[in-house]
């Protein structure tokens, strides 16, 4: 019935109608949570807005507070002081703490 090709075309325009089963197909500002997991530490001293997004609970308005946070008192001397950005208390610290750093040498 079907040739080689055949088949293969059946496969993509069955494909096509099921639509999307990912994610990262659906269209800009659907609801659905899109971004990546952290999979590296971040520097909170150096980070943009978009790198610090990608932590956890880290939404654009935390991100910038946290950028305009260090624009106003300087890099942070410690992860903790994290702490002092608004929208971040010590449940969502808990979280990061393994993903930050200020980028300076333990003592």
Known sequence: MFNRHGWLAAALIAAMIAGP?????????SSEQTSKPATSVVNI???????????PGVGPKTAQR?????QKNGSFKKIEELMNVKGIGEKAFLKLKPLITTGTPKA
């Open 66 to 70: 946290i950028v305009e946070y260090r």
């Open 45 to 55: 001293n150096t980070a943009t807005v978009g790198q610090l997004e990608v932590l």
């Open 21 to 29: 089963t990912s994610t990262r197909f659906h269209a800009q500002g």
